[in-house]
């Protein structure tokens, strides 16, 4: 339902096959990151283990149905329904699994004190690499270049979408882009079989050696 000045919607409406509720992309939302997701059984994995060092962001869980089980390093935390759990420090590895069937979490993030910019992870572009689908995948990273604070991330897997779909020179070029904006992916692209059409490529040697 839609107002001048509001718009609603229900988490189970947004839901897709693996159980996540996109709220930021299906709203709008510009000034933070909100998602939802759900398991239906019992000992699934709701929220992988991760921590927020790249985008420096707080985070807020609530348990709004069902029974978590969420785990903050090494340190566990029950989470029956109507829990809310605070994670102040980006570099704490957090996680959650479900104890009861149908439980879903709500999570809130953004880095305090800068404008908030939504990071590439939620484009949910696995689905098209596992598929093989690697013409859309180019599609959705095009379009995405330029929206994410990450836009390394993008160039990346962009770059692998080309390489897998045999377009070495747009590859090199966009492989170029993001290891100027992450070195750190160096490391990544020297194994990341998205890359064997280009292993051969002294070009390709030349920018991750």
């Known amino acids: ?4 000045r509001w718009e609603t919607a229900s988490i189970a409406e947004m839901e897709d096959s693996s159980g996540w509720s996109p709220i930021r992309k299906r709203f709008g ?3 933070f990151g909100v998602n939802a997701w759900t398991v239906a059984n019992a000992g699934e994995r709701i929220i992988p283990e991760h ?3 790249p985008s ?7 348990v709004i149905a069902g029974h978590a089980r969420f785990t903050i390093d090494d340190e566990e935390v029950d989470g029956p329904n109507g829990t809310v ?15 009861e069937p149908n439980t879903t979490v709500l999570a809130v993030g953004a880095a305090p ?4 910019r939504p990071r590439s992870w939620e484009l949910g572009i ?14 959705v990273l095009v379009e995405a270049l330029g929206k994410y604070e990450d836009d390394a991330g993008v160039l990346y897997n962009l770059a692998c979408a080309e390489a897998l779909l045999g377009e070495t020179e747009q590859a090199l070029a966009h492989l170029s882009e993001a290891l100027d904006g992450q070195p750190s992916f160096r490391d990544m692209a020297r194994e990341d079989p998205d890359f064997e059409s280009l292993r051969s490529d002294e070009r390709f040697a030349a920018l991750v050696g």
């Open 85 to 99: 759990l605070y994670v102040r420090d980006p570099a704490a590895k957090r996680g959650a699994w479900a104890r």
């Open 126 to 139: 696995t689905q098209l690499f596992d598929r093989g689908e690697h013409e859309e995948l180019k599609r």
């Open 56 to 62: 420096d962001h707080e985070e807020l869980y609530v």
């Open 1 to 4: 339902m839609t107002g001048k």
């Open 51 to 53: 921590d927020e060092v």
């Open 29 to 31: 939302v510009e000034s």
């Open 113 to 116: 004190g800068r404008a908030y």
